[in-house]
C-alpha cells in the first residue's frame, strides 16, 4: 500500500473513533433496526450496490419519547416486544387570521390539504402506520371539533404557504335556500328575508377567482434567471400564457404573472449551486400551473419530483440538506377584495417563509437573499416570523394513536409461511400450484409497500413462493381474489432445459389458452340462501348460464359477461349468535349451499357478482359484495377471517405451443371449507359428494 492509501486510512480511522468518542450516548442502547427496504452503498469503483439489512440511526434522529423503543420496522419506532410508541399527544397549528365567517392557516410542507385516495385514510394508524392528518382535521381539531370547516382552495402536498378555510356551520341552510329557490318556492328577490344566502365556502372561492384576488407565492428554482441570453430580472414582472394539460390530459388556457427577483450562477470554487428566487401569481387555477410555466422557463421549482429535473433534485436532498418530501414552492401572500357577509373588508393575509426554505437560502445562496429582501418586503412578503405577532394563533390538536402490531397475525402470517407450497402439475414451461385462501398472488398498491407496516401482515405471495419452490422465473397465468384458494397456472420466464430463451412466450401463449372457448375453470362456492330465486328451485335446473352485465374495478357496466352455474344442493344451519350478540333466527339466513360455477368470460369479482346481484345467492365470507352480518355469523361458526368460500378445483387448458398436451390439473376441496361444511350441515356434504365427484372435484385427504 503506498503511502497515501496509508494516510487515507489512518484518516478515516481516526474519524471514525473521534465520532464514537465524542457522541452522546443513546439512553435507549444500540439504534439499529432491520429494514426490508433496499439500501444503497457505493462500492470502491463508484456503482451502487443495493441490499437488505440492519441501518444504525444517530441518537439525534431517534424519537425523544419513544418509551424505550430500540428498534424500527420501515421507519416507525417499535420497543423490544415489537410496539411502536404513540404519536406525540399535542400537535399545533398556526392561525395567520380568523372571523367569525372564515380563518387562514399557516400550511407546512409534507402535510396534504385534505384526505383523498392517493394520501389513504386514518385506518393508516390502526395498521401500525404513522397516520396523516391533513390541514382540514388538524384546523377543525384545533378548534375543539365544534365547528366544520371547508377547504377554499388547495395547496400542494410539498408546498406551504397560506391556506384559506371557511366555516362550513351555515353551509347546509344555505344549500337548503338555494334548492328551494331553484324549486321556485322562494323568489330571489327574497334571498335576504330567509337568510344570509349562499355559503360561505362558495362565495370566499368564487372571490378567490375573480381577477382582483392575487396570490402571490415565492419559489426557489435551479437557474440563475437568464433564459436564451436574456436576465429575466430586467423584465420586472411579466405574463407566461401558455395552455397546459389537466389530469385527464385536456388542454386548459393558462396565465401566470412571474417576476425572478435574485438569482446567482454556478461556482465551483464555492460550491454554490445554480439558483434564483422567483415570484409567480396565477391568473387562472389550472393543475401545477406555477410549476408547470416554471419548467417551460427552463427554471424548475426545487423539490419537484412531477416536473422539476430529478438530478438536482436529490443534490439537494443530498448535500444541500432540502426535506425529502419539499417543493420549494410558498403561498407568501393572499388577497381577496371585500366580500359581502363573509369578508367586508377583504382579505389580506401575509405568511411567513417556512424555516426550511429560509435556511435553504442562508445556507446556499446568502447574498441572493440579501438582494431579494428590499424587493421581497415591498411586495408584502415576510420572510421571518415575529415571535411577538399578536395576530398569530398557536392551536392545539390531536394524533391518533398508533396501534401495536398485531402478534397473533404476525404469527399467523408466520405459519403461513412455513407451510411448503403444493405443486399440483408441472410441465417443461408452466407450473401449476395450489393457491391457499388469505394469500395474494402478488404485490401491489392493494398489499403496501415493502416500507408499510402493514406488509407485516401479508404472507409471502404465490408468485414468490412458487419462484422459490421450483428455482425459476415465473409468471401469472391467471389470478385469484386474495380469500379464494384453487389452482394457480404460471408460466416460466427464464431459459428452461433447451437453453432457449423463453421471455414472455410461454405467458402469452397460456393466457391465450385460458382465455379461449375451450378451456374450462370449475369453481367450487358456499353460498347464502336455500337455492330458490323467484320461485324457482335452482338446484333442479342442472347447468344453466348467467347473462348478466357486471361492474369492473371503477364502476364501468360491463355488458359481456357470461358464467355457467349449477345448485348442487342446499341445507339449514341451526341457529348461531352473531358477534354483534343477535341470534341469527332468519331461515334465509341460515340456509347455505353448494354451487359449481364456470366463467366463459374473465370479468371482475365475475362469478361473486353473479351470485350475489344477479341470484340473490352472495360467497360467504364476500366482504365486496357480500351480506356484512351473514359473514360475521359464519366466521362465527368457524369460517376462516378473509375467507371468501370460492376455490377453483379443476383447471383444463386446450394444447398451446407450450403445453403440446393441454393442462389439465385439479386441486382437492380444502380441509377448511369442507370442515365448515361437515360441522353446520352434515347433510349437505353427503347430497353432493357423489355430484361433486362426477364434475372432477375431489376433498382434499380423499383418495
Known sequence: MDGQGASLLLLLAVTAVTAVAFSPPSPLGPLVYFDPRPTQKSTASGRVRRGRGCRRFPPALYPADAGGAECLYAGVPMNKEGIPPASAANRTVIILSRTDRFLVAEKPPSVVCHHSGWTGSRSRAKRGEEPEIPMLQRVRDGLGGKRRVNVVHRLDRG?????????????DEAQDLEDRIARGEIGEDQREEWGRGRSATA???EALSSPESTKTYMALVRGEGILSGEDLRDRGWFAVDRPIKDEKGRLNNATTLFRFVAGQSEDSGTGAPRASIVLARPLTGRWHQVRRHLNGLSHPILGDSTHGASKTNREWKERRGMPGERTCLHLARLKIPPVQDVAPEGIDVSCPIGVDMVRLMEDQMPNVLREAEPILAAEGIILRAHPNDSGREVLQYSAPTIQPVDGERRRTVAKIDQEPIKLLSQGQHYVVASKPPTVVCHHSAWTGRRSEVRRLYEPTPMLQRVRNACGRRVNLVHRLDRGASGCLVFAFTDRNDDDSQLDGRATAALMGSMGSDAATKTYVAICRGDGRFNGENMTKKGWFTVDEHVKDENGKVIGDSLTDLRFLASDLCVPATGADGVED?????????????RPKTGRWHQIRQHLANSLGHPILGDSTHGLSRTNRIWRDRGMMKERVCLHLAHVELPPSEYSPQG????????????????????NLLENTISLLLEEGCIIEGSD
Open 663 to 682: 393442462i389439465s390439473s385439479i386441486c382437492p376441496i380444502p380441509n377448511d371449507m369442507m370442515d365448515l361444511i361437515k360441522s353446520q350441515m352434515p
Open 203 to 205: 362565495l370566499l372561492a
Open 585 to 597: 333466527i332468519d331461515p334465509a339466513g341460515r340456509h347455505a349451499c353448494i354451487v359449481l360455477a
Open 159 to 171: 408546498a406551504s404557504g397560506a391556506l384559506l378555510f371557511a366555516y362550513a356551520d351555515e353551509d
